[in-house]
């Protein structure tokens, strides 16, 4: 079965440091990925896609994934975090969002 | 409208009793999902419609959840006998074209408490 797997629930960084939240997935062809992020109390935002092409995607508020299919992941990045990054982050698969369980991002300052 | 809405944002109900979720998508926009949100869990997939034609429904989770959208614009969840673990947030997304290629924008969600 397609499948979206987040390893890490919850995850601390401090403001400025660099962040890497994981994902990883199971399906046979190319996969349509997503990285989704969630406020509290608010609807879920695109940050990126992937679909095909180049494998490293660019998104908003300074994001970034990679497609590695060696590894079957498609890991978000950014370089410096910024206080109000805290927020629920979901990774999602295929046409009809198959959705993992988020990785809840605490910012300190 | 510039948006995805949904209504109404909160809905408190007695068990047994049947609720309908409204949602209205992104104008023009052909694909429309619902999904279902439990606390602290990822969404969960429910339906999926293409202009009127509900070509998914493989998540519903029971033949008490159904959804319309008769004229391929505003969609309808309804949950009849609604029993305490259906209390989640429904979630209602929608796509310029099918496939997803163009990203799907979601709606603020409903929050269903049955009590």
């Known amino acids: 079965a397609q499948s979206v797997t987040q390893p890490d629930i919850h995850i601390t960084v401090s403001e400025g440091a660099s962040l890497e939240l994981r994902c990883n997935y199971s399906?046979?062809?190319?996969?349509?990925l997503f990285w989704y992020v969630q406020s509290p109390g608010q609807g879920l935002q695109l940050l990126l896609k992937?679909?095909?092409?180049?494998?490293l995607v660019q998104g908003i508020k300074g994001f970034e994934a990679e497609f590695k299919r060696s590894q079957s992941s498609f890991n978000l990045r950014k370089p410096s975090v910024h206080w109000s990054d805290a927020a629920e982050y979901f990774c999602a698969g295929n046409y009809k969002l198959t959705f993992g369980k988020g990785t809840l991002l605490t910012v300190n300052p | 409208g510039a948006g995805v809405s949904q209504s109404p944002r909160y809905k408190v109900a007695k068990r047994g009793q049947d609720v309908a979720l409204r949602c209205d998508p992104i104008?023009?926009?052909?694909?429309l999902f619902w999904y279902q949100q439990a606390l602290g869990q990822g969404p969960e997939f429910l339906t999926y419609?293409?202009?009127?034609?509900?070509?998914?429904k493989s998540g519903l989770p029971s033949d008490r959840f159904f959804a319309e959208r008769p004229e391929g614009s505003v969609s309808t969840l309804k949950i009849q006998r609604t029993q305490q673990e259906d209390s989640a947030v429904y979630l209602c997304a929608s796509s310029f074209r099918a496939g997803g290629i163009y990203g799907y924008t979601f709606g603020s969600g409903t929050r269903l408490t049955v009590v």
């Open positions: 399906y046979g062809a190319t996969p349509y």
């Open positions: 104008s023009g926009h052909v694909s």
């Open positions: 992937y679909f095909s092409g180049d494998t």
């Open positions: 419609f293409q202009n009127e034609a509900q070509l998914d």
